[in-house]
């Protein structure tokens, strides 16, 4: 059985054949243009590929509910190109196929819990820190939402005494993603992330931003393991530090699970993997149907 996943990112669209284990055959990444462009590009590398379903982990904000008009548009994204383009019933209606769309970081956290880092676990949050901050949960073998996904990357945290940077956000300035996203990483030091390996302060202060997250997700979600991805993470060294920090702020509080904070286990495969899943669900629910 071959199945359909595109990981649609705000910078580049994934797009991969693969079966129901999470195996992945084949792929190809194409940056993400206007909308039509990208989605021949799509239609041309699927049009041979025979697959039963398709499964979509895209780029946000975007209505991930079944049961709306809107179910798989792109909301009030900063790709304006993109804003209200209806992906899922463009890609269902043109490929023929059952289609099920969730976040990319849902699709992630699916990934991980299916098949990675999270397969022994009962759930999970999956974090990536890179370009922006977002994170999915399952709860109970589902992704977790409500009147829409959770934007987990903006809640609001504490300053750092010797932070002065005002924030990179343009929603909320200094919401969790401003401080401590790739970009406000550069801003504030004057040098991508990647390029400061070597300053200890750099990452101290990351990881005291990230283990707040942290915190707060734990005492709301208590999931049973927490995967952290994204560029800025492959910082060696960062998981061991934002571990320390929980600790010293959590002060014993809750007795966190032994090997609680990761790195993926699919590594950069977490999204293709999740929409692999969310394929071979959308042709069970067909089948259903």
Known sequence: MRYGAIEAGGTKFVCAVGDEHGNVEERVS?????????????????????IKALG???????????????????????????KDYPLLSELKSRLGVPVKLDTDVNAAALGEYMHGAAKDAGSCLYITVGTGIGAGAIVNGETLRGFSHPEMGHMLIRRSPHDAYPGKCPYHRDCLEGLAAGPAIEARWGEKAQKLYHQEEVWQMEAFYLA???????????????????????????HGMIQQELEQLMH?????????????GLQDDAGIVGALMLAKDAQRMEGSG
């Open 56 to 82: 979509v982990g895209a780029f946000g904000p975007v209505d991930v509910k079944e049961d709306s008009p809107g179910y798989g548009m792109i909301g009030n994204t900063p790709k304006l190109e993109w």
């Open 30 to 50: 194409f940056p993400t243009a206007k909308p039509e462009e990208t989605v021949q590009q799509v239609l041309g590398f699927f049009r041979d590929k025979q």
């Open 252 to 264: 014993q509080y809750v007795p966190l699970p032994d090997n609680y904070l990761v790195p993926p």
């Open 212 to 238: 707040q997250a942290i915190m707060n997700y734990t005492l709301v979600l208590s999931p049973e393991k927490i995967i952290m991805g994204g560029g800025v993470m492959k910082k060696d060294g960062l």
